[in-house]
Structure formats: C-alpha cells, structure tokens
C-alpha cells in the first residue's frame, strides 16, 4: 500500500496508541508509516478475544466437572491453542495433550508445572487452581 493510504481510523483497540506498517512512497521506497488503527482490523481482534474468553468459560466448566485439568483453563485465558502452547513451551503436542487429563497434570513434576508457569507469566500455585467464576 502506498504511504498515503495506510488506515488512521483512530482504532479503539490501539487505545490512543500508534502502529508502525510499512508502506511505499512515490519512489517505490518502502519507510515505516504510524497508523492510529483501522477499524476492520479492530473488528477481526475483538471477535478473537471473544472467542478465547468463550474458549475458556468452557475450559473452566469442564475443569470444575473435573473432566479437564487447570493446564486447558489457563491455555485459553491466556489466549492460546495447542499449537501455540505447544511452540512456546517446547513441549510436544501429544503431551499437553496428556497433561490436560487431570491424573496425568496431577503427576506433573515441579520443573513441569514450572515451565508451564513460566509460559503463562503465573505462580505455579495458581496453575494449579482456577477462578470460582
């Protein structure tokens, strides 16, 4: 796009705040241009915040009923899925799996449950538990 048709919408989601896109000048040069926001991009980002926090209201009843462990809550309350979990905590797929069956996450080692912790940025005692509501 060029310089002169990057989005200055004044975004609610950049709070006041200003993006850095790239774009070309006449010359064909490309050079950093600040945008306020553009309110489709402001859309598709509060549709997925909505998504993850309805992820995680059905992560929480299940970890209430006792089906799925905290690991499943905390993974979508902290607006992530498997895959990402999986890249940032370099743990394979199939394991995390595991550990969100609650006999298996009970088992966990401390160096486990601390790395786990780490991703999230939480205490190892609130991965190990849930809000009430």
């Known amino acids: 796009m060029r310089r002169d048709q990057v989005p200055q919408d004044n975004s609610s989601s950049y709070a006041g705040h200003k993006k850095l896109l790239y774009a070309q000048t006449e010359a064909g040069d ?16 509060c ?18 009923a006792g089906t799925r462990s905290p690991l499943y809550y905390h993974m979508y309350a902290s607006r992530m899925d498997l895959p990402l979990l999986a890249q940032v ?26 790395r786990y912790a780490e991703v999230f940025d939480i205490p190892r005692a609130q991965l190990l538990t849930t809000p009430d509501a």
């Open 30 to 45: 490309y050079v950093g241009v600040k945008s306020s926001g553009w309110e489709v991009e402001a859309a598709a980002t």
């Open 47 to 64: 549709a997925a915040v909505e998504e993850f926090e309805q992820l995680a209201r059905a992560a929480l009843a299940e970890v209430k």
């Open 89 to 114: 905590s370099g743990i394979w797929r199939w394991r995390i799996n595991r550990h969100f069956q609650p006999k298996h996450f009970a088992r966990l080692s401390d160096a486990l449950l601390d």
